[in-house]
């Protein structure tokens, strides 16, 4: 199983970034996005099911961010607009075989490796 997520990178604030996270190795029933700023703990940004029916955000990201998934070659993506420095962070993806609606870390058994995005002011 193998989560490998790219796209970070430095943005000024107000621009965008999309992440990537290819997903191979089994299928799963939920996939999110994760980030980490220095001395804070890892908090939930998005989450969607695998059939995109059910999509949930942190409130500080409603209306900019928005998480999806190409069936094609399994992997999701964090369409980023409008980003602010506040958004500063290295940024997880999560994948579960058995989610349901949870956006805690815990109800991720699967993680990628981080990608760092920078948004200066």
């Known amino acids: 199983v193998q989560l490998q997520a790219s796209g970070g990178g430095f943005v000024q604030a107000g621009g965008s970034l999309r992440l990537s996270c290819a997903a191979s190795g089994r299928t799963f029933s939920g996939v999110g996005w994760f980030r980490r700023t220095p001395g804070k703990e890892r908090e939930f940004v998005a989450v969607m099911n695998w059939r995109g029916a059910m999509k949930r955000y942190t409130d500080s990201v409603k209306g900019r961010f928005t998480i999806s998934r190409d069936n094609r070659n399994n992997t999701v993506y964090l369409q980023m607009h409008r980003l602010k420095p506040e958004d500063t962070a290295v940024y997880y993806c999560?994948?579960?075989?058995?989610?349901?609606?949870?956006?805690?870390?815990?109800?991720?058994?699967?993680w990628g490796q981080g990608t760092l995005v920078t948004v200066s002011s």
């Open positions: 999560a994948a579960s075989a058995t989610w349901y609606s949870g956006i805690k870390e815990p109800d991720f058994g699967f």
